[in-house]
Nanobody, 115 residues
Framework: QVQVVESGGGLVQAGGSLRLSCAAS????????MGWYRQAPGKQRELVAA???????NYADSVKGRFTISRDNAKNTVYLQMNSLKLEDTAVYYC?????????WGQGTQVTVSS
């Protein structure tokens, strides 16, 4: 079992920055990917950014050039640096640690971008 806890959400003005953190604990064996997803009210959860054990990253088109995912293996932590935030980035952001056949999710952290 893996426990996942996000932190770093909050209220920020448009154009500002936030950094989300996600720490995992437990049995990390076979974990091979980490990612950030978000869900806005009335919308489906969507992938924001992901990183593999080989440090391959991919991003949603809507955040490319503004968000950066990174990881600290020693701390079992993944980060999401969010710059140039837009109103449409407002959502609950969820962290995900995945192994073949299963995903572990955090409880989510709210990010609200105001004008």
């Amino acid at each position: 079992q893996v426990q996942v806890v996000e932190s770093g959400g909050g209220l920020v003005q448009a154009g500002g920055s936030l950094r989300l953190s996600c720490a995992a604990s437990g049995n990390m064996l076979f974990i091979n990917r980490m990612g950030w997803y978000r869900q806005a009210p009335g919308k489906q959860r969507e992938l924001v950014a992901a990183i593999t054990n080989g440090n391959t990253t991919n991003y949603a088109d809507s955040v490319k050039g503004r968000f950066t995912i990174s990881r600290d293996n020693a701390k079992n932590t993944v980060y999401l640096q969010m710059n140039s935030l837009k109103l449409e980035d407002t959502a609950v952001y969820y962290c995900n640690f995945g192994r073949p056949g299963y995903n572990y999710w955090g409880q989510g952290t709210q990010v609200t971008v105001s004008s």
